[in-house]
Each structure stands twice: as structure tokens, then as C-alpha cells.
């Protein structure tokens, strides 16, 4: 059977986009034959009723869910999903999760965008514009959504598509709302009438207060205010908004003018309530309104509309369709109400223009819509198809060490590659060895029992060579070596002396304390003292890493907290000098290992909490993840072929491995930092930079051997396997599956990503 699975609140639950999913899955069924259509909804604690047969699927707490739920949709067979969007439905700051379902959904998607906002903060307008990228189609309910999508969310015009809002396919004869006004004890009196959730942002108080200069004029005139309070209102403060508002039309004298129906209204009562009313008036108290699903209900069952001009009512009621009046003008409420009570001719004829309009917002034409955009996106494919999705660790399964095996040598790893082999010709560097005693830093368990022997061989030439590698006369670390084991030089650059710094503070931290010999610690030190008289920016980082390591076994003495401190404030202080309009950076060049720079800072705010530290840390690698985001959203890292001078375009390639492994190591200690899921999402989405998820859709990672591309090139990747590339994807792999695997305290942090097969060429690649 043929499907389509609508994703959002559903009926029983009491709200207008529950109804709205509801009606739209049904209308959409109608001019589908031969479809069936399935409903995924949020847990909610609210849930008292029991949901009908057709919802199959139920998105429950926490990140993992949202994963999950995407897998279950693959496997059902759906050929589309229909996302109802609202930022306060799904789980996460402002519902980020929701992009997690989109990203490993492998069907298309028509979301419908329920509100679009003119300032949205960051995570909100990074939120739609992550939607936009997964979905084939975007739907809003006004032009005015259409255009904020397209200019400040950049969303593309052809993805965009306005839709209006549905109403019912019911007409009611004037003979049955005399009828109806009857049964209701209205009688002749003139009624005004407000509907849905009761919340303070809907004005209904400036509606009362304007009844007392109305009834001057109009002594029998009703307003009926129907709908229960917001469920969010009623969780916060229970019933007392309701009740300020029954107090307000007692202090006024107007409560005999007053008729509440507090209590979720059924469509058929309500179609029954809308005929029945004279006025439908929607006092709404700002603009940012988009859309209004109880305003389209009205206005297209052809009832006269008051309303205040947010954006969704100066859109329908323009050309004499309904009357706007100033947003909480009170007297300006009763004047309009007054002359549309008096001039029942003028109420026929707004409501006929308000009627006809309607005709297009009937369900069956809007089903129809849908319908035809979701077949179509079934038809074609999508415009920016990733090119791969996202390639997750599983946590159960242990990393390949054949390829890191196959280069080493005697003293340490082989710098180079020629294919999948390693070239000797040119040595060693401490650099790279750095690299090694990082990665295995952590317990022996890390490392296959086949490999074992081996790789335990390698740490430990690692480690020797790193300790060799200090050159006393010089108080430097020597980084070349060759393949016979002699030095070329007194020492080697500030970068490279740094990242050994990093590799020791972490690698004595990983030791019991019974190991740590004392000239090794005093090596650090020294080593430590040296980088303090560094110009680079890079090793002052590097330099950070290692004594936040070092820190964390309870050894720091007080000048390494003061080098702490002046490394850590020379960055800010960097950052504050060169960073400007569009341009939040340390440097007037965007070179190599960028990430290191706020990763070394958000590791010295963890043991400091300077505030500077995090905001400099965050700001810059915000910026660094917009500037490396390309328009389909993969990862797309500044290329070494020129690298990125302020004022310039970035070079595209040659990409580097090491970038995509440095951006996910700093969005970890991103979310480590600030438990922000965004972070994580952000992680996963630049370590698939190895999976193939990149501008040339190649796959640069090897699971199967543990072995990785050096770069991706302008037309291909280069085939050569060194051990910086090869260490890139370890340690990614390693960082990304181990915050999977543990629980944050508190926060329900998922446990790992389950286990898919994922065809990639030739290979069946596990993720």
C-alpha cells in the first residue's frame, strides 16, 4: 500500500495544529486514491484520550527519538512525509530536534511552516533553514511567510510554496442560524464572537473594554468568547487569565454583555457558532502573526471580520474583505463593531467578498494542493539531494587499526602514504606522532585484540619520540625526523612544539600516578615555559589543550594556571582586534586546524569560567560552522589551496581531512561546554564530510581498513593514505562515538545511534 506519513499534533490533542493535521491528512487522502496515511506524533503528558487507529507512531523523549522515528518512516515504506511545523511542538532548544528526524529521513518531505518569524534568533532561523534544505517543499499560508523565508532565512524561491489555510467544506442557510441563534438563547441580539485557545496575546481584553462605549449604542450586544485557556497558560498560572478577564467585565459593567464557553470547541459546534455570530473579531496584539487558523475559519465561511492588522489579517481582509483597526485601540473596537451592527446591508456584502474568497480555502481545494506537491516530490528528485547521508559510529563495534598498523615504523608512524602504503622516504614528525599518543591516550580496551600487539607497539614508539624529540639546549621540540631515526633540526615550528605539548599533558593525565616520572613532568613544564613566548596562535591552543589535560590530574602548579590565563587572554584579545561586521575571527586568515583556537578556549572556560573565554570561543566557531556550511548543508572546509584571506573568497579545495576532524572535536566540546544538542547535530553533520557527504559526494573514509583520503581535489579525491589523514578519521570516529555512548547527567543523552547499513560504491559501510 502506497503512503504518506504526516508528522505534527493530531486529534484528540486540543490544539488548532491538531486539527489542522487532522483535516489536512484527510483531504489529502481524498485526492490520493489507493494512498493510505500514517501519523507520527509527539508524547505529550497532556495526552488523556487515546489517539485514533491511524496514528502509527509516537516520537518519545529525548534526541535519540527523533533518529528513531526517521528509521521507522524508512523502513514503513512511506513515499513522503507531510511536517507540520511549529517551534514549540518538538523537543530541544526552539524544537531543533526535528531536524535530527529530517536529516536521516531518506523520503522527501513537505513541511508547512505554521509560524515564520521577522527576527528570529540564531538557532531559530539556523532551525528553518535546515528544514528548507531537507525538504523538497515549504509550505506557508501568506505571502508575507513566502517573503520572509526568502529574505531572511534564504530559503530558495522555487522550494517556497503559499498555500491557504483550510476551512471546512460547509455552508450554513441563513434559515439555520436563525435556528441556531435560537437554540443558543441569542435571539435578535447583535453577537461578536472570539474563538480558540484563550491566551493573553490575543487581546480579548482590549475586545472588553471596548464593550462599555459599544453598549452605549448597542445595550443588547453579545461577544461570546469560546475556547479553552492554552494548556501551557494553564500548566504556568491555571485558570487566572481567564478570570482577569471576568473580573475586567465586571469592573466594566459589560458582564451581562458576556458570554463565555470555556472548553475545546468541536469543528461542527464551531461551524455552528461561526454561522450563528453577526461579527467575528480577532483582537490580536502584534503583527508577528503569520497565520491564524481561527481567522481563516471565519473569513472563509464568509462571516464580517474586526481585526487588529497583524500580518496574516492585512493580507485577507485586503479589498474591502473585513475591517483592520489599530493594535490595541479599544475605542477604535467599538467604532467598527458599532457601524457593522448598524449597517446589516454592509455586513452582507463584506461577508459575500469574505465568502467567495473562501472558495479557494475550502479543504478540497487545499487537499488537492498538497496532495499534487507531495506526488510531485514523490516524482522528482530533489533539487539538493545530499550526497550522502550522515555516517554515524556505532558505539558497539570496535575501530579498524589495520591501515594506522600498516605505518608504522620504528620510530613512530610513517608520515607519508603512496596509495594504501606507506612511503618511508620520508620519515617521521612529531607532529604525527603527537597525533598517535592522542588517539590513544584512552584505555588499552580501546584496541582490537587482532591489532593489539601492533598498535601498542606504535603508542609506545610514540611516546618515546616525543620525549626524544626535546631538544634541552634549545627548550624546543625538535618535529623531523628521518627514517634512521635522526633529527634535522634544533627544533621544529611553534605549531608542531605545541601539538606535542598537547599529546604529553594529555598522555601524563592517562597515566596512574605511580608512572609519571618526574623528568617527564619537568620535560612538560619546560616545554610549557618555551610556548609562552610564542607569536602562533595555533600552539598557544595546542599549548592550552595540554595543560587543561595536564590540570586534570591534580599536578597544576600556579604559573602553569598563569600561562593558562595569558594564553587564553591573548586569544580573546586576538579575537577582539580582528573580529568585526561579518568577520569573527582571530586572525585576518583562515588558515589550518582553525577549530583548535575556540576548542582551546572552551576547554580553559571549563576550568575557569571566565565568560570571555566562552562567548570568544562560541562566537568564532559559530562562525567558522556558517562560513563551512555549503547551501545543501554538507560540510565544506576552507581549502589549503590558498586558504581564506579576509576580503576574499575561500578556497574550495584541496579539502583536508584534518579540517572535518579538528570542526567535529570543537562542536563535541561545544556540547560538552553547554549541552546544547545543536552542537552534537552540528558534529555529526562535518564528520560525514568523510562519508561522502561533501561537495564531490566521495566517500574519503575507509571504515572497513581504517584508512582515509588524503584531500578531496577539485575533481577527485587523492587516493594517497598518510597518517594525518589516517589519524583524522580515527579520532573523529573515536570523539564522536564515545559522547554518543555516555549519558549526560540529567539530560537523557542518547546512547548511541543504532546500527544501519549504509551502501557507499563499492562497500557496505557500518555505521
Not at 509560524?115 to 506557508?140: C, F, G, M, W, Y
Not at 593558562?564 to 568577520?583: F, H, I
Not at 581564506?644 to 567535529?664: C, I, N, V, Y
Request: hydrophobic residues 40%; aromatic residues 8%.
Amino acid at each position: 500500500m502506497k503512503s504518506i506519513c504526516f508528522v505534527g499534533n493530531y486529534a484528540p490533542r486540543c490544539c488548532g495544529i491538531a486539527t489542522f493535521t487532522q483535516d489536512l491528512r484527510s483531504s489529502v487522502l481524498n485526492a490520493c486514491p489507493g494512498y493510505e496515511a500514517t501519523v507520527a506524533v509527539v508524547q505529550s503528558q497532556d495526552d488523556g484520550n487515546a489517539f485514533p487507529s491511524e496514528v502509527r507512531y509516537s516520537i518519545g523523549q529525548g534526541r535519540l527519538a527523533y533518529v528513531k522515528i526517521a528509521q521507522q518512516i524508512n523502513q514503513s515504506g512511506a513515499r513522503a512525509v507531510s511536517l507540520q511545523h511549529e517551534f514549540g511542538i518538538y523537543g530541544g532548544p526552539d524544537g531543533e530536534w526535528i531536524v535530527d528526524m529530517l536529516r536521516h529521513l531518506t523520503v522527501p518531505v513537505v513541511t508547512t511552516c505554521h509560524t515564520v518569524l521577522r527576527e528570529p534568533s540564531r538557532n531559530q532561523r539556523d532551525i528553518i533553514r535546515a528544514i528548507a534544505r531537507h525538504s523538497s517543499k515549504i509550505v506557508v499560508m501568506a505571502e508575507k511567510g513566502g517573503e520572509f523565508l526568502r529574505d531572511i532565512y534564504e530559503v530558495p524561491a522555487h522550494k517556497i510554496e503559499v498555500v491557504p489555510h483550510g476551512i471546512p467544506d460547509l455552508s450554513v442557510t441563513e434559515d439555520e442560524s436563525r435556528r441556531l441563534r435560537s437554540e443558543m438563547g441569542w435571539g435578535g441580539r447583535p453577537v461578536l464572537l472570539t474563538f480558540g485557545l484563550l491566551s493573553p496575546n490575543k487581546g480579548v481584553e482590549h475586545a472588553i473594554g471596548a464593550l462599555p462605549e459599544l453598549v452605549r449604542n448597542h445595550p443588547d450586544v453579545l461577544y461570546v468568547i469560546a475556547g479553552a485557556t492554552h494548556p501551557n497558560l494553564v500548566r504556568q498560572e491555571g485558570e487566572s487569565y481567564r478570570q482577569s478577564l471576568v473580573n475586567l467585565a465586571q469592573d466594566l459593567g459589560v458582564s451581562h454583555n458576556i458570554a463565555f464557553i470555556g472548553r475545546f470547541i468541536p469543528e461542527k459546534e464551531l461551524v455552528s457558532l461561526i454561522a450563528a455570530a453577526d461579527v467575528y473579531l480577532t483582537p490580536y496584539l502584534s503583527e508577528a502573526q503569520i497565520t491564524s487558523g481561527t481567522l481563516a475559519f471565519a473569513f472563509g465561511l464568509g462571516k464580517p471580520v474586526i481585526s487588529t492588522p497583524y500580518w496574516y489579517a492585512g493580507e485577507l481582509l485586503a479589498g474591502g474583505a473585513g475591517v483592520l483597526v489599530p493594535f490595541g485601540d479599544r475605542d477604535a473596537i467599538a467604532r467598527a463593531a458599532g457601524e457593522l451592527i448598524s449597517d446589516p446591508a454592509r455586513r452582507t456584502s463584506m461577508g459575500a467578498r469574505a465568502g467567495e474568497k473562501g472558495q479557494e480555502m475550502r479543504w478540497s481545494c487545499v487537499g488537492r494542493h498538497y496532495a499534487e506537491l507531495l506526488l510531485e516530490a514523490v516524482a522528482t528528485p530533489a533539487v539538493e539531494m545530499l550526497p550522502a547521508p550522515v555516517l554515524l559510529p556505532d558505539h558497539t563495534l570496535p575501530l579498524s587499526f589495520q591501515q594506522l598498523g600498516q605505518m608504522t615504523g620504528a620510530f613512530g608512524i610513517y608520515q607519508h602514504g603512496v596509495l594504501d602504503q606507506p612511503d618511508p622516504r620520508h620519515g617521521f614528525c612529531a607532529d604525527d606522532n603527537a597525533r598517535v599518543v592522542v588517539l590513544l591516550a584512552g584505555p588499552a580496551a580501546e584496541i582490537p585484540g587482532a591489532e593489539s600487539s601492533i598498535i601498542r607497539t606504535l603508542k609506545e614508539r610514540c611516546v618515546e619520540s616525543l620525549w626524544d624529540s626535546y631538544n634541552p639546549r634549545k627548550k624546543r621540540f625538535r618535529n623531523f625526523m628521518n627514517v634512521e631515526g635522526q633529527w634535522l633540526e634544533e627544533a621544529g615550528s611553534e605549531d608542531s612544539h605545541g601539538r606535542v605539548l598537547w599529546a604529553m599533558g594529555l598522555h601524563l593525565a592517562s597515566l596512574p600516578s605511580h608512572a609519571r616520572s618526574l623528568p617527564q613532568v619537568m620535560v612538560f613544564l619546560e616545554g610549557v615555559l618555551a610556548a609562552r613566548e610564542f607569536s602562533s596562535p595555533r600552539a598557544w591552543a595546542f599549548t592550552l589543550l595540554g595543560i587543561g589535560h595536564f590540570h586534570s590530574i591534580g599536578m597544576t602548579r600556579s604559573f602553569l594556571q598563569e600561562v593558562r590565563c595569558e594564553l587564553a587572554d591573548r586569544l580573546v584579545r586576538l579575537y577582539r582586534d580582528n573580529s568585526g561586521p561579518g568577520w569573527r575571527w582571530f586572525e585576518n586568515i583562515v588558515t589550518y586546524d582553525n577549530p583548535k583556537l575556540p576548542e582551546a578556549l572552551l576547554m580553559a572556560y571549563s576550568q575557569t569560567g571566565a565568560p570571555a573565554y566562552l562567548e570568544t570561543a562560541l562566537g568564532s566557531l559559530e562562525f567558522l560552522l556558517e562560513e563551512q556550511t555549503a547551501a545543501p548543508g554538507h560540510f565544506r572546509p576552507v581549502g589549503c589551496q590558498g586558504f581564506w584571506k579576509r576580503g576574499s573568497h575561500p578556497a574550495r579545495f584541496d579539502q583536508q581531512p584534518l579540517e572535518a576532524q579538528a570542526m567535529t572535536a570543537a562542536c563535541l566540546k561545544a556540547f560538552e561546554v553547554t549541552g546544547r544538542p545543536h552542537w552534537t547535530g552540528a558534529a555529526e553533520n562535518c564528520y560525514s564530510w568523510f562519508s561522502g557527504k561533501n561537495d564531490h559526494g566521495i566517500p574519503m573514509a575507509l571504515p572497513l581498513t581504517g584508512g582515509c583520503y588524503d584531500g578531496l581535489m577539485e575533481n577527485s579525491a587523492n587516493q594517497n593514505q598518510g597518517a594525518e589523514s589516517i589519524l583524522a578519521w580515527l579520532q573523529s570516529t573515536q570523539d564522536l562515538r564515545k559522547v554518543l555512548a555516555r549519558p549526560a547527567a540529567g539530560k537523557g543523552t542518547p546512547k548511541g545511534i543504532p546500527r544501519v547499513l549504509v551502501p557507499v560504491r563499492d562497500q557496505m559501510l557500518t555505521a
